[in-house]
C-alpha cells in the first residue's frame, strides 16, 4: 500500500472520530438544558407573601397589620415634622444616611445588579428639599439669643409667612438637642440641600425679599418679644429641659428651701440675672447707657421684700464674684453655691437659667439669657430703667407684648410708669447671619 493511501485512511479516521465527540457533546449540552428549564434551584425560589392563617401567624414576608411585608425594607418617606401650633411646616426630610436596600429573594440576599436599579433605588431615598424661597434666622450668639431667635422666626412664620419654607442652622438645632428635650417644629437643613447665598435682612424687608425669591435670613440678635409672647406655651412646650437640667435646677431649689426654713411650695422663689462681661461695653456703645450696679439690684431686692412673703433670692451671673460680692442678703443664695454643676459642667449656662426658670418672679438686669428665664418663669418681672438714652429692645417689647414688668430706676429706687420709660428709638444692628 502506497503512503498516499495510507494517508487518506488515517485522515478518515480522525475526522469521523472528531465528529462522533462533537455530537456527543451537544447532545450532553442539550439534555442539560432541558433539566435547567424545568427544576429551579430552591435557594434562589421568590418565596410568595402569604397571609396569616386561622391562628394568625405571620407567615415572613407577608403582609403585616399596619405596614409592609416584614423582614423587607420600607421606602416609605419618613413622618412629617409637624409644629405644636396649627400652622404646618411646609418640609418633611427624609432619611439620607440610608443605604441603597438589597433586593430580598428568599432567604438570600443579593446586591443591585444593574446601574438602571441602583439609580432608581438612589432616587427614592434621596432627600427632598424645601421649595424656595427659604426662610431661616441668624444662628449664632449665646443660649439666650439662639432661643430669641428661633422665637421670633416661630412666630413670623405663623403669622406672616405660613405658605414659605422655614428651617434653622444645624448648629443651632444641636444645642437645642443638647440642652431639651422633645422636638422643635421647625427642622435644621440638609447640607445637600443649603441654598448658595443667603440675604440677612432686618425684620421689615422680609416680605419683599421673600417677594423677589430670594433666601432668607432674620440678621442679627433679633428678639421680637412683643410678636412671640402671645404665643408662649406653644413654643415653652417645645422647649423642656432634658432629664439631668430639670432634676438638677429642682434640687437647687430643694437646697435653698432647706437652707432659708422653708419648703418648696411655702418659698416665693425669685431668680436674679446680672449680665455683665461683655455687656457692660456693648450697653456704653449700644444704647449709650452706664451698666446698672448695686444699688439697682438692692433696691429691686428690698422691692420684692415688701411684695412677696417668703422671698427667697437665687442669684446667677456671667460674672459670679461680682454677685458674691454685691448682690447680698440673708435670703440670698447663689445658683452656683447651691449644687455645683458637677457632670453639667459642660452645660452650666443652661443650668442656671433652668433653675431661674423654676423661680416664681425675676429681677434682671438686661439681655436675652435673663430675659428668656423670666419668659419661661412666668411671673413678674423686674427690670432697670433710667440707664441709657435708648431703652432696651427686649425691655421695651416685653412692656409692648403686655408682661407683669416692673420699671424700678437704677439709682433713686423709684419704680416708674411704664407710659414715662425711655423711648426706644431702635438699634442699628448688625445684620449678620451664622449658620454655623
Known sequence: MSGFTKFRKNWRRVVWSSRCRLIATLVLLVT?????LHVQPVAWRRQVPVAPGPTGRQVPGAPGPTGPPTGVPSTAPGPALTP?????LQWAPQNTSAS????????????????????DAAAANATVCPKAPLLTVNGGGRLGNKLCQY???????RANFSNTSVWVAPKMAGEFSRLFGGSRSIPSLSASCRPQRLVPVRMDDIAAR????SDVCIGGGVCNVEGFARHRAAMLAEFPWREELASAAAARLTVAAQRHACNVSSCTFIGVHMRRTDYSDWIKRRIRGTPVGTEYFQCALSLCRQRYKGA???VASDDIKWARANILGE?????ADLAPPGSLADRAAALDMATLSLCNHTVMSYGTFGFMAAFMAGGDIVVPTGYSENEHMVTDGAIRAGLPVTLLHYRTCRTVPLSQRTPYRGLALVISCDMG
Not at 32 to 36: G, H, P, Q, R
Not at 210 to 213: A, F, K, P, S
Open 331 to 335: 435670703d440670698v443664695t447663689l445658683a
Open 32 to 36: 442539560a438544558s432541558t433539566l435547567l
Open 151 to 157: 422665637f421670633t422666626l416661630w412666630a413670623e412664620h
Open 312 to 314: 427667697v433670692f437665687i
Open 100 to 119: 441603597v436596600p438589597p433586593i430580598q429573594t428568599g432567604h438570600r440576599t443579593r446586591k443591585p445588579d444593574s446601574q438602571s436599579h441602583r439609580a
Open 210 to 213: 421673600l417677594r423677589q425669591g
Open 84 to 88: 405644636q401650633s396649627s400652622t404646618t
